[in-house]
């Protein structure tokens, strides 16, 4: 669906018989499969900070952070800041409940499909 190379796309995600979710959270979202495997330890380890996601992930913090501004911008996940004793602020953040993901990816989905349909239904009718 958005042509992103570590992102699959909706044929893809068809031709699998049982895709996982973090597959259909990447297709259906248009993120990348890292971008998924964030959200997914995120509801493992709800309160995160970018330090700590890069070390359960194994990843760079930039990457986590982009990842994290990715899932930000498609409400996947939260974002609440912290203040520390000796003074500053660190970002924790928070996978939305997977109740919430799941009926955000049924949303998605239905309109993609009634999008699809209308686009059948106006097959031919073009002037």
């Not at 996982?20 to 900070?49: K, M, W």
């Not at 970018?50 to 982009?66: G, I, K, P, Y």
């Amino acid at each position: 669906m958005s042509g992103r190379p570590d992102t699959p796309e909706m044929a893809d995600l068809m031709e699998t018989e049982q895709p996982s979710f973090q597959e259909i959270l990447a297709c259906v979202f248009g993120i990348q499969n890292h971008e998924s495997r964030t959200y997914l330890a995120l509801l493992d380890a709800p309160d995160s900070t970018v330090a700590e996601l890069a070390d359960e992930l194994d990843r760079d913090r930039s990457n986590v952070n982009r990842s994290l501004t990715t899932l930000l911008s498609k409400n996947l996940v939260d974002r609440r800041r912290r203040l520390l004793d000796p003074g500053g602020y660190v970002y924790e953040y928070t996978a939305v409940d997977l109740p919430v993901a799941k009926e955000m990816l049924h949303t998605a989905l239905d309109e993609w499909v009634e999008n699809v349909h209308a686009a059948i239904g106006e097959f031919g009718h073009e002037d």
